[in-house]
């Protein structure tokens, strides 16, 4: 990627994995033993808070068991929460009590309210405290069956009283005064992990028959970024995992005020790249031996010096022929000489030894000693060698066959053979010659033509480039118009099939009279059809082309200086849109760090977006500002149907005062969106006020032991005692202005009060 | 290359090594911490394991219906004796499967499949939203499976033609 001036990316490292704390020492359970001090507990699909009611803060964590045998000592071993990270053996077992939105695993729900139960200290035989608990916004009767249970007949509870957590949230941060009934009027919308909810409270009661659940959460947003990453990032060395998105939606998402002007902005490429966020995953560089310089160049001499020893050896074998030739030749030429002085028979004799025929053999080995020789002094001097400068003769290939005896016409034979070879030589180097001329004529003129007028040359240049490149474009679009069957390219193909198999391309009267006889083939053009309907043959037009233009960029580089390598036909195509290099920059092959980075643009609000349309990720349900949009009626006279409204004054409060409470409430930029779409909503000039939970995780508990302190919750108008459990069955709730309706008590269980003895 | 089998990996522990400290984790379980505010009398209820999230959602839904069906029925009965009751909006009671929210009717923008910016386009061909034509290049470029992926984040199951 070549950008020209790179904005210091904002990078952030994955955060290491750090080691869980040792759970906190529980506060001496003397003073609550016999007080039937309230037990608190937030039963959180996320998180599990516990305490009693008299405390400031819950203890808690991670709503999630592991039971599983430890390798090394075979022990079988059981962790809560936090502790479950510890062992990779263990993160494999854990089980939540929650399947997305419904509490569902009593075994895990049993096991981690035994580890709060021990956390308490709870030394009795029975658990003898008032338990205030949430559950889910209109709970499945199922789950609160099984709770119910598991509370009075494992833990003997003496009664149990269900809140719902939005609405104790919202109590914490709107606390009356100890004596005073809870009033206030708002719409709190929960963050929960599975879901979100809007429950609308209308003096201080929550309004459950309005209330809708969004089947949206944080889990799903950040199940909804990890898709999106692994979309844009298909071939990522790691794996990413869901806890990991977990802490980018976190950390790095925000709801965006004017979704789409946001998009409109980042359509621009810069402000893309301005709005990304880098995380950069942990990577390793492979180790390269460095090597110093003193190293390297004790390397290249020893190099140097096994080359050397190589040659000397050459040249002593070269040497050692040499003079052999010399003393054979010396030897020969003696030998020839010692012809006279010697008798025939003898001299024969020798020569056969050295396995030589007769005189004229003798010769022809001295005469090629000779010539090596006097080749092997030239090397050495060294000159080049250019073989035989004259041209051989063949003096036999004129002579009549009748004037030559068997041994001449083989020599004549072979002397044809060389000659015709001779002939092909001299004619090749000719030719050869002639196209360098011709070459060098044509690239004169060139140059002259350049000289003259270079903006002509280099436009025709740039036509020719253009016209290449529109050529193998326009075959590119002819093969994928090919692959589908239905293209008008494809189904002339077929035509044209048809019509080659067809026999009656003329008419067969006409082919009988001898009139109209095919003409297929009369033109050469005609052949190209086959190569027009050939789809799977690469076609050496393509290869053609493109040796064609890549000569024509070479003389265009070379000459024309606007010409840059960025105007060549390889960058052109594999040239991405600033846009698209904005939203995904890409990294060298070998850049590890880079390769190791995600880098998140338009992720980071569209992410949150789905909260507004949880139809783009899939989810087939209004979105926030839609349910708010279709509760105001209920609470706007002005927007409601004819019919008047019980207390208008405070009905309208309740949707001006909005509460957000839940975790994910820390979403930058929840706020001014929901303030921005209530005022859309309400009518003009209403006050309204978007607000936080002090403490958007933890205020649910406090609301709750907050108001198990309070004289309402000791009066026991709010739960359910054992024996009404008995009674009645473990589906059973009063309804009270903090829980749920569904499941209540009949009429006439209604005014039994709560105390057991 | 270190030996094969020659390092375990070691537990992240606080240095312990010796067998007689345990792990961290063996700290950490509470396994054998003692329970006694727990019944043990009790037996666990068949029921708790039985059922998933499709069945409890499913009775839910038809208790519901169910619970509809009589008090209907009643009010009908209570009517023949006092036609004004059928006037009277009777306030029911909202369950897990009521509150859920509608499907949305609000038309919201299109939004591009690849980049997350406003797609004012569709590719015919695979049905993926675009924003503009560098991002076409790039569909035109995947293949099918990757784009039935891309679907598939927003929730489009494809239909096999």
Same mark, same amino acid.
């Given at each position: 990627m070549a950008s020209e001036t790179p904005p210091p990316l904002n990078i952030h490292a994955l955060p290491t994995t750090y080691l869980p704390t040792q759970p906190p020492t529980p506060e001496p359970y003397a003073p609550h033993r016999a007080a039937r001090t309230p037990i608190v507990i937030d039963n959180g699909s996320t998180t599990l808070r516990w305490g009693f009611g008299t405390s400031d803060t819950p203890a808690g964590g991670p709503n999630a068991v592991a039971k599983y045998k430890e390798r090394k000592t075979n022990k079988?071993? *059981?962790?809560?929460?936090?502790?479950?990270?510890?062992?990779?053996?263990?993160?494999?077992?854990?089980?939540?009590?929650w399947e997305g939105d419904v509490l569902l695993n009593f075994d895990a729900l049993e096991n981690a309210l035994d580890y709060a139960f021990i956390n308490l200290g709870i030394d009795t035989p029975t658990v003898d405290h008032p338990v205030l608990m949430t559950e889910r916004l209109c709970s499945p009767l199922h789950s609160r069956a099984l709770t119910s249970e598991l509370m009075f007949e494992l833990y003997s509870v003496p009664s149990l009283t269900y809140c719902v957590d939005g609405i104790m949230s919202f109590y914490q941060n709107n606390l009356p005064a100890p004596t005073d009934p809870f009033t206030e009027n708002g719409l709190v919308i929960s963050f929960n992990t599975a879901s979100t909810s809007v429950?609308?409270?209308?003096?201080? /009661?929550?309004?459950?028959?309005?209330?809708?659940?969004? %089947?949206?959460?944080?889990?799903?947003?950040?199940? !909804?970024?990890?898709?999106l990453i692994q979309l844009k990032y298909p071939n990522f060395p790691t794996r990413v995992t869901n806890v990991q998105t977990n802490w980018m939606l976190h950390n790095f998402c925000e709801v965006a005020t004017d979704f789409h002007g946001l998009l409109r902005k980042l359509r621009d490429p810069l402000n893309l790249r301005n709005s990304e966020i880098v995380v950069q995953f942990p990577f390793a560089l492979p180790v390269t031996e460095e090597k110093t310089e003193e190293e390297l160049a004790r390397i290249a001499e020893k190099r140097k010096e096994q080359g050397r020893k190589l040659q000397e050896m050459a040249a002593k074998t070269r040497l050692e022929k040499l003079s052999q030739k010399e003393t054979d030749l010396q030897y020969l030429t003696n030998l020839k000489e010692s012809k006279g002085s010697e008798s025939r028979r003898e001299w024969v004799s020798k020569l056969q030894a050295e396995g030589i025929d007769n005189e004229a053999g003798l010769d022809e080995v001295i005469k090629k000693l000779e010539g090596d020789l006097k080749k092997a002094r030239k090397k050495e001097a060294?000159?080049?060698?250019?073989?035989?400068?004259?041209? %051989?003769?063949?003096?036999?290939?004129?002579?009549?066959?009748?004037?030559?005896?068997?041994?001449? *016409?083989?020599?004549?034979? /072979?002397?044809?053979?060389?000659?015709?070879?001779?002939?092909?030589?001299?004619?090749?180097?000719?030719?050869?010659?002639?196209?360098?001329?011709?070459?060098?004529?044509?690239?004169?003129?060139?140059?002259?033509?350049?000289?003259?007028?270079?903006?002509?040359?280099?436009?025709?240049?740039?036509?020719?480039?253009?016209?290449?490149?529109?050529?193998?474009?326009?075959?590119?679009?002819?093969?994928?118009?090919?692959?589908?069957?239905?293209?008008?390219?494809?189904?002339?193909?077929m035509k044209n099939i048809a019509s080659l198999a067809a026999d009656d391309r003329v008419p067969k009267a006409k082919k009988r009279k001898g009139a109209g006889e095919d003409m297929f083939g009369a033109d050469d053009a005609d052949?190209?059809?086959?190569?027009?309907? &050939?789809?799977?043959?690469?076609?050496?037009?393509?290869?053609?082309?493109l040796a064609q233009l890549q000569m024509i960029e070479q003389k265009l580089l070379?000459?024309?200086?606007?010409?840059? %390598? /960025? $105007?060549? $036909?390889?960058?052109?195509?594999?040239?991405?849109?600033?846009?698209?290099?904005?939203?995904? %920059?890409? !990294?060298?092959?070998?850049?590890?760090?880079?390769?190791?980075?995600? $880098?998140? &643009?338009?992720?980071?609000?569209?992410v949150c977006e789905a909260y507004f349309a949880p139809g783009m990720a899939g989810v087939d349900s209004a979105g926030l500002a839609e349910v708010v949009q279709n509760l105001v009626p209920a609470f706007v006279e002005s927007r409601s149907r004819p019919g008047t409204l019980d207390f208008p004054a405070d009905r309208a409060a309740v949707v001006q005062n909005v509460f957000l409470t839940g975790a994910a409430a820390r979403l930058p930029g929840l706020a001014p969106r929901l303030h921005a779409v209530l005022q859309s909503l309400l009518p003009p000039g209403a006050p309204v006020s978007v607000r936080m939970a002090a403490d958007p995780a933890r205020d649910a508990w406090r609301g709750m032991a907050a108001f198990s302190r309070t004289a309402e919750f000791a009066a026991g108008h709010t739960g359910v005692t054992r024996a009404m459990y008995d009674e009645h069955g473990g589906e059973r709730v009063r309804r009270w202005w903090g829980g749920n309706w569904n499941g209540e008590l009949p009429e006439d269980a209604r005014d039994q009060r709560m105390d057991v003895d | 290359m270190p030996p094969k089998g020659g390092f375990k990996k070691k537990v992240p522990s606080d240095g312990t090594e010796t067998p007689l400290t345990p792990t961290l984790a063996g700290q950490l379980s509470y396994l054998h911490e003692p329970r006694p505010f727990k019944n043990p009398n009790y037996t666990k209820n068949t029921n708790r394991r039985a059922k998933n999230l499709k069945t409890v959602l499913g009775q839910e839904r038809e208790r519901e219906r169910a619970e509809r069906e009589t008090r209907r029925i009643q009010r009908e009965i209570e009517a023949i004796d006092n036609p004004e009751l059928l006037d009277e909006v009777f306030e029911e009671a909202p369950t897990y499967t009521m509150i859920e929210a509608p499907p949305s009717v609000i038309p919201h923008k299109h939004l591009c499949d690849i980049t997350g910016l406003e797609a004012p386009y569709t590719d015919p061909t695979t049905g993926l939203r675009y924003h503009d034509k560098n991002v076409y290049e790039i569909i035109k470029g995947l293949s099918t499976s990757i784009a039935k992926d891309y679907l598939s984040a927003r929730g489009v199951r494809s239909i096999v033609k």
């Open positions: 079988p071993l *059981l962790l809560f929460g936090e502790a479950i990270d510890v062992e990779s053996g263990a993160r494999g077992q854990a089980r939540t009590p429950i609308p409270i209308l003096r201080g /009661k929550g309004v459950l028959s309005l209330a809708k659940r969004i %089947p949206w959460g944080a889990s799903q947003a950040s199940e !909804y970024l990890l898709k060294g000159e080049v060698d250019d073989g035989p400068q004259e041209d %051989p003769s063949f003096p036999l290939v004129d002579v009549p066959d009748a004037d030559l005896d068997e041994e001449q *016409l083989k020599e004549k034979k /072979k002397q044809k053979l060389m000659k015709a070879g001779f002939e092909a030589r001299v004619r090749a180097r000719k030719e050869k010659e002639r196209e360098r001329e011709e070459r060098e004529v044509q690239e004169r003129k060139e140059e002259e033509e350049r000289d003259m007028d270079f903006g002509g040359w280099s436009r025709k240049l740039r036509q020719e480039q253009e016209a290449l490149m529109a050529k193998i474009k326009d075959r590119a679009r002819r093969k994928a118009a090919l692959t589908d069957r239905k293209s008008a390219a494809a189904q002339a193909r052949w190209a059809i086959y190569r027009k309907i &050939n789809t799977a043959a690469a076609s050496d037009d393509e290869e053609d082309d070379m000459h024309d200086p606007t010409f840059t %390598p /960025k $105007h060549t $036909h390889a960058a052109l195509t594999t040239q991405r849109s600033a846009l698209m290099s904005a939203f995904r %920059p890409l !990294y060298e092959e070998g850049d590890i760090e880079g390769r190791t980075r995600i $880098h998140l &643009n338009t992720e980071r609000w569209r | -």
